[in-house]
């Protein structure tokens, strides 16, 4: 059974930084996908980053490129996502996801697994 489990969320004022991390256990990822999604309330939820463990291609929305980057660490089986910047429409649930489908890297039903979210609330 894979789990996810997110840390680092919180609360920041606009312009500021945070990182959240994942921590992966119960497979071995080198295979997987790995990525970050985000909701706030009322919307639906987006993509946000991922990583590919295999080569380690990176991938962004581009509400967040410029400001967020998404590394992982293969030995350690965990996903950074290190967000700058940040503005008052980051506000959001952030979630870990992973996936084993090489395709739709940009789409949520495309993940197989997910954490249970962390609050990230950014202040104006």
């Known amino acids: 059974q894979v789990q996810l489990v997110e840390s680092g969320g919180g609360l920041v004022q606009a312009g500021g930084s945070l990182r959240l991390s994942c921590g992966a256990s119960?497979?071995?990822?080198?295979?997987?996908?790995m990525g970050w999604f985000r909701q706030a309330p009322g919307k639906e939820r987006e993509f946000v980053a991922a990583?590919?463990?295999?080569?380690?291609?990176?991938y962004y929305a581009d509400s967040v490129k410029g400001r967020f980057t998404i590394s992982g660490d293969n030995a350690k089986n965990t996903v950074d996502l290190h967000m700058n910047s940040l503005k008052p429409e980051d506000t959001a649930v952030y979630y870990c996801a992973a996936s084993t489908i090489p395709t739709g890297i940009y789409y949520s039903r495309r993940y197989n697994y997910w954490g249970q979210g962390t609050q990230v609330t950014v202040s104006s």
């Open positions: 990583i590919s463990w295999s080569g380690g291609n990176t």
């Open positions: 119960g497979r071995t990822f080198s295979n997987y996908r």
